[in-house]
Protein backbone atom coordinates (compact mmCIF):
# COMPACT_ATOMS: atom_id res chain seq x y z
CA UNK A 1 0.00 0.00 0.00
CA UNK A 2 1.09 3.65 -0.90
CA UNK A 3 1.09 5.78 1.77
CA UNK A 4 -0.13 9.25 1.37
CA UNK A 5 0.83 12.74 2.51
CA UNK A 6 -2.18 15.09 3.32
CA UNK A 7 -1.15 18.47 3.43
CA UNK A 8 -2.88 20.21 6.72
CA UNK A 9 -5.10 23.00 5.69
CA UNK A 10 -3.22 26.28 6.26
CA UNK A 11 -4.75 28.17 9.33
CA UNK A 12 -4.97 31.51 11.12
CA UNK A 13 -1.15 31.92 13.21
CA UNK A 14 0.29 29.68 10.46
CA UNK A 15 3.78 30.81 8.43
CA UNK A 16 2.61 31.73 5.08
CA UNK A 17 4.26 29.20 2.83
CA UNK A 18 6.87 31.20 0.55
CA UNK A 19 7.51 30.44 -3.07
CA UNK A 20 8.90 31.79 -6.47
CA UNK A 21 6.85 32.98 -9.29
CA UNK A 22 6.66 34.75 -12.36
CA UNK A 23 4.36 37.93 -11.96
CA UNK A 24 3.22 40.43 -13.98
CA UNK A 25 6.48 42.60 -12.78
CA UNK A 26 8.89 40.05 -13.01
CA UNK A 27 9.99 36.92 -11.18
CA UNK A 28 9.35 37.63 -7.00
CA UNK A 29 9.84 35.19 -4.10
CA UNK A 30 6.89 36.08 -1.24
CA UNK A 31 8.87 36.52 1.84
CA UNK A 32 11.69 38.35 0.29
CA UNK A 33 9.04 40.94 -1.70
CA UNK A 34 6.92 41.46 2.12
CA UNK A 35 10.53 42.46 3.36
CA UNK A 36 8.95 42.43 7.04
CA UNK A 37 5.96 44.14 6.53
CA UNK A 38 2.68 43.37 5.74
CA UNK A 39 1.14 41.90 2.30
CA UNK A 40 -2.59 41.59 1.10
CA UNK A 41 -2.32 37.85 -1.39
CA UNK A 42 -5.81 37.67 -3.45
CA UNK A 43 -6.44 35.30 -5.94
CA UNK A 44 -9.08 35.23 -9.08
CA UNK A 45 -10.56 32.50 -10.67
CA UNK A 46 -9.72 33.29 -14.18
CA UNK A 47 -8.45 36.13 -16.66
CA UNK A 48 -11.41 38.04 -18.82
CA UNK A 49 -14.27 37.16 -15.87
CA UNK A 50 -16.90 39.67 -15.46
CA UNK A 51 -16.45 39.68 -11.48
CA UNK A 52 -12.50 39.41 -11.41
CA UNK A 53 -12.31 42.32 -13.80
CA UNK A 54 -14.08 44.65 -11.38
CA UNK A 55 -12.06 43.59 -8.68
CA UNK A 56 -8.73 44.37 -10.17
CA UNK A 57 -10.01 47.31 -10.84
CA UNK A 58 -11.10 48.60 -7.47
CA UNK A 59 -7.75 47.31 -5.39
CA UNK A 60 -5.81 49.23 -8.23
CA UNK A 61 -7.63 52.59 -7.73
CA UNK A 62 -7.35 52.01 -3.82
CA UNK A 63 -3.92 51.40 -3.76
CA UNK A 64 -3.02 54.00 -1.96
CA UNK A 65 -4.90 53.43 1.01
CA UNK A 66 -2.89 49.71 1.31
CA UNK A 67 0.23 52.05 0.94
CA UNK A 68 -0.53 54.39 3.00
CA UNK A 69 -1.14 51.17 5.41
CA UNK A 70 2.23 49.73 4.73
CA UNK A 71 0.86 46.63 3.10
CA UNK A 72 2.07 45.64 0.03
CA UNK A 73 -0.41 44.09 -2.76
CA UNK A 74 0.02 40.83 -4.54
CA UNK A 75 -2.79 39.34 -6.67
CA UNK A 76 -2.95 35.88 -8.33
CA UNK A 77 -4.54 33.95 -11.48
CA UNK A 78 -4.43 30.86 -13.00
CA UNK A 79 -3.32 31.93 -16.52
CA UNK A 80 0.12 33.20 -18.06
CA UNK A 81 1.19 36.07 -17.60
CA UNK A 82 0.80 36.99 -21.34
CA UNK A 83 -2.50 35.97 -20.82
CA UNK A 84 -2.70 38.48 -17.90
CA UNK A 85 -0.90 41.67 -19.43
CA UNK A 86 -3.77 41.62 -22.26
CA UNK A 87 -6.36 41.57 -19.29
CA UNK A 88 -4.85 44.43 -17.71
CA UNK A 89 -5.43 46.23 -20.82
CA UNK A 90 -9.38 45.46 -20.65
CA UNK A 91 -9.28 46.43 -16.97
CA UNK A 92 -7.91 49.36 -17.29
CA UNK A 93 -10.74 50.44 -20.67
CA UNK A 94 -13.77 49.07 -18.85
CA UNK A 95 -12.90 50.19 -14.72
CA UNK A 96 -10.37 53.08 -15.37
CA UNK A 97 -7.52 51.93 -13.55
CA UNK A 98 -5.23 49.06 -14.94
CA UNK A 99 -3.30 46.75 -12.16
CA UNK A 100 -1.06 48.68 -10.74
CA UNK A 101 0.33 45.65 -8.26
CA UNK A 102 2.17 42.77 -9.15
CA UNK A 103 -0.20 39.17 -9.83
CA UNK A 104 0.94 35.68 -9.58
CA UNK A 105 0.81 33.72 -13.19
CA UNK A 106 -0.17 30.35 -11.40
CA UNK A 107 -0.98 28.68 -14.74
CA UNK A 108 0.26 25.67 -12.89
CA UNK A 109 -1.95 25.94 -10.06
CA UNK A 110 1.16 25.73 -7.57
CA UNK A 111 0.69 28.30 -5.54
CA UNK A 112 -3.08 27.59 -5.30
CA UNK A 113 -2.56 23.95 -4.25
CA UNK A 114 0.14 25.86 -1.70
CA UNK A 115 -2.67 27.85 -0.07
CA UNK A 116 -5.58 25.74 -0.98
CA UNK A 117 -7.26 28.22 -3.04
CA UNK A 118 -8.80 25.51 -5.42
CA UNK A 119 -11.69 23.67 -3.81
CA UNK A 120 -13.27 20.58 -6.21
CA UNK A 121 -16.39 21.11 -5.18
CA UNK A 122 -16.97 24.48 -6.22
CA UNK A 123 -14.23 23.67 -9.78
CA UNK A 124 -11.59 21.43 -10.01
CA UNK A 125 -9.69 24.07 -11.65
CA UNK A 126 -10.27 27.43 -11.03
CA UNK A 127 -9.38 29.10 -7.64
CA UNK A 128 -12.12 31.00 -5.46
CA UNK A 129 -11.68 34.22 -4.22
CA UNK A 130 -8.99 34.03 -1.48
CA UNK A 131 -7.69 36.75 1.06
CA UNK A 132 -4.82 36.18 2.76
CA UNK A 133 -3.66 39.14 5.30
CA UNK A 134 0.16 38.32 6.14
CA UNK A 135 1.99 40.04 9.05
CA UNK A 136 5.53 41.34 9.64
CA UNK A 137 6.36 38.17 11.25
CA UNK A 138 5.36 36.15 7.73
CA UNK A 139 2.24 34.43 9.64
CA UNK A 140 -1.12 34.44 8.68
CA UNK A 141 -3.33 36.93 9.85
CA UNK A 142 -6.78 36.70 8.43
CA UNK A 143 -8.35 34.85 5.93
CA UNK A 144 -11.25 34.97 3.83
CA UNK A 145 -13.27 33.00 0.88
CA UNK A 146 -15.35 34.05 -1.54
CA UNK A 147 -17.44 32.05 -3.74
CA UNK A 148 -16.80 32.57 -7.56
CA UNK A 149 -20.21 34.23 -8.21
CA UNK A 150 -19.52 37.04 -5.73
CA UNK A 151 -17.00 40.18 -5.50
CA UNK A 152 -15.25 41.29 -2.49
CA UNK A 153 -15.66 44.66 -0.50
CA UNK A 154 -11.77 45.45 -0.34
CA UNK A 155 -13.31 48.35 2.01
CA UNK A 156 -13.60 46.12 4.43
CA UNK A 157 -10.70 44.15 3.91
CA UNK A 158 -8.71 47.28 4.58
CA UNK A 159 -11.08 47.98 7.84
CA UNK A 160 -9.69 44.79 9.02
CA UNK A 161 -6.60 45.35 7.96
CA UNK A 162 -6.69 48.41 10.68
CA UNK A 163 -7.72 46.18 13.46
CA UNK A 164 -5.04 43.69 12.81
CA UNK A 165 -2.58 46.55 12.97
CA UNK A 166 -3.91 48.07 15.95
CA UNK A 167 -4.45 44.66 17.89
CA UNK A 168 -1.09 43.62 16.73
CA UNK A 169 0.49 46.95 18.66
CA UNK A 170 -1.64 47.02 21.74
CA UNK A 171 -3.79 44.95 23.74
CA UNK A 172 -6.99 45.38 22.65
CA UNK A 173 -9.54 44.14 20.25
CA UNK A 174 -11.93 46.23 17.83
CA UNK A 175 -15.88 45.55 18.20
CA UNK A 176 -18.59 44.74 15.56
CA UNK A 177 -18.34 47.07 12.78
CA UNK A 178 -15.35 49.06 13.95
CA UNK A 179 -13.85 51.64 12.23
CA UNK A 180 -10.75 53.82 12.61
CA UNK A 181 -10.79 55.90 15.20
CA UNK A 182 -13.51 54.33 17.05
CA UNK A 183 -13.33 53.14 21.30
CA UNK A 184 -12.01 49.76 21.16
CA UNK A 185 -12.17 46.76 23.92
CA UNK A 186 -9.59 45.86 26.64
CA UNK A 187 -8.48 42.25 26.09
CA UNK A 188 -9.87 40.55 28.56
CA UNK A 189 -6.24 38.90 29.38
CA UNK A 190 -5.55 42.05 30.65
CA UNK A 191 -6.18 42.15 34.75
CA UNK A 192 -7.54 45.83 35.85
CA UNK A 193 -4.05 46.91 37.41
CA UNK A 194 -2.47 46.22 34.20
CA UNK A 195 -5.28 47.83 32.54
CA UNK A 196 -5.00 50.91 35.02
CA UNK A 197 -0.88 50.92 34.03
CA UNK A 198 -1.73 50.82 30.17
CA UNK A 199 -4.58 52.96 29.62
CA UNK A 200 -4.48 55.88 32.51
CA UNK A 201 -6.99 57.54 31.10
CA UNK A 202 -9.08 54.84 32.92
CA UNK A 203 -12.20 53.03 30.90
CA UNK A 204 -16.15 52.58 30.86
CA UNK A 205 -17.27 48.99 31.60
CA UNK A 206 -20.84 48.31 31.22
CA UNK A 207 -20.18 44.70 32.72
CA UNK A 208 -16.72 43.78 33.89
CA UNK A 209 -15.69 42.11 30.67
CA UNK A 210 -16.75 44.74 28.90
CA UNK A 211 -14.10 47.71 29.33
CA UNK A 212 -14.30 50.29 26.71
CA UNK A 213 -11.61 52.53 25.97
CA UNK A 214 -10.61 55.61 23.65
CA UNK A 215 -8.38 54.22 20.55
CA UNK A 216 -4.57 54.28 21.63
Known amino acids: ????????????????????????????????????????????????????????????????????????VLGLSVDPVDDVLRWSRDIDETQGSAPNFPIVADADGSVAALYGMIHPNADDTATVRSVFVIGPDKKVKLML????????????????????????????????????????FIIPAVGDEEARQRFPAGWTAAKPYLRVVSQP
Request: charged fraction near 25%; hydrophobic fraction near 35%; proline fraction near 6%.
Open 145 to 184: TYPMSTGRNFTEILRAIDSLQLTAKYKVSTPADWHQGEDV
Open 1 to 72: MTQTTVRQPLRLGDEAPDFTAETTEGPLRLHEWLDGGWGLLFSHPRAFTPVCTTELGAVARIRGEFDRRGAK
